[in-house]
């Protein structure tokens, strides 16, 4: 079946200063694809996703979000994108259904929409046990579930989790992974991550970013090929030790 | 309209379930008025002070409370601020006047209830005292609390957008005294006289306070009320334009 382009971008950079914190990406993801923006701290993965989601303007270059320039069509794209922000981003006095309820308010208006869409979330996410909750009372695991279920309550085309399972423990990491799977197809996905295994185990494909560039991207079958190496982190330390070199 | 209806009601839920708003937007003014009808009480009559005088304190009381709802305003801009919750709606479709009216709506729903609940207990204790306030002048000031009600909400949502949590609250409570002794509550600026009174008329504070007052008297003249009215309206105009403009700046820096 043929995919359209979801997200592409031609020599996308962003500077503050000095310093350049995205330099010159080139990047395509397909409709329905899952990405994996794969780097250490500081690489530029959060930079990328707050100019594709348009939280921030690039210097240079441009960015398309099915179809849709960033800078020219802004309220397009934040109509069609969801964002997990790296900080669980949630109103901590509200409960969990007075969260979504929210979301779904903003992206989809209408009350009798937006409360069955509330429900199928709750549902989805399995927050039903908690849907009563203050945010603040949840604990990172939970926090983040919602976090991630207040992004996609709207409908939208393209999803950016921005480190989903940072600070997790293994137990909650693994079933937020499953929630995330549950997600794959349903629409594009960019995962920003440093857990090697967490990128493995998700993504269609990898996109690896040293210092603000992006130095290699493809399957984990492609870039073990490319590289020589075996596992995803060892391709990792090849291409870092490389790119230093 | 609805995106800001569904960011009110956030806000709404938010404070109301912050006890902190309860005991400083409608408790301590409540207690206030009690505290100052005892002094009253206890001033002889011989002084000739009718500042405390429940038809008088009612209409400081009400200006007093609204400078708690800036600090509240001021509060809950500069929290969203600094914690990432306004990054997720800055990649929402809602836009800056969504953000400014939905932070304004809840906070006057606020305001006009403490100024109710206020201006209730205020008819409470003077037919107790024996001196009843007549009900319709507690209407009319209820009305012409509006205008004061705006400038102070829209003070609360300016220095939530230029000081972080720490700064606003802080620099919220200089207004709250400023307002409190500039706007005649505590003192009768007009009997004081002198450069006093020419620094209060310099500030919109006393014209909040004397068009509540006047229209709790029910005293409808130019300089006793559409004058003190008509210069804190333009006041809350230039606040609200300031605040949203402010607002609408610091959103694209943060953009940037």
Redesign the interface.
Known sequence: MERNVAIDTKNLTKKYGSKTAVDHLNLTVMEGEMLALLGVNGAGKTTTIRML?????PTEGEARILGNDVREDQ?KV??L?G?S???????E??TVE?NLA??A???L?RKEESKSRVEEILKGFHLEEVRAK?AKTLSGGWKRKLSIA?AII?KPKVLYLDEPTLGLDVLARRELWREIESLKSQMTIILTTHYMEEAEALADRIAIMIDGSLVMTGTLAELEEATGKKGLEEVFVSVAEGSKA | MNRTLQFSKRNLIEISRDVLSYIFCIGFPLVMLGVMTLVNESIPKEAGMTIFRIDNLAGGIGIFGLTFIMLFSAMAVSKDRTSSFLIRMYASPMKGSDFTNGYLLPMLVVALVQAALSFIVAFIISVTVGDAINPLGLLAGLASLLPSALFFVFIGILFGTLFNDKAAPGLCSIIISLGSFLGGIWFDAEATGGVMLKICKCMPFLYCTKSVRSAIHLEFGWEEFWLPLLIVTAAAAVMAVLSMLVFRTKMKADLA
Do not use: H, R
Not at chain 1, 53 to 57: A, E, I, M, P, V
């Open positions: 989601s348009g939280l921030s303007t309220d934040k109509s994108v964002i922000p790296q900080d669980t981003a949630v109103a006095n509200l007075e929210f979301m308010g903003i992206y208006g203050k207040m709207g």
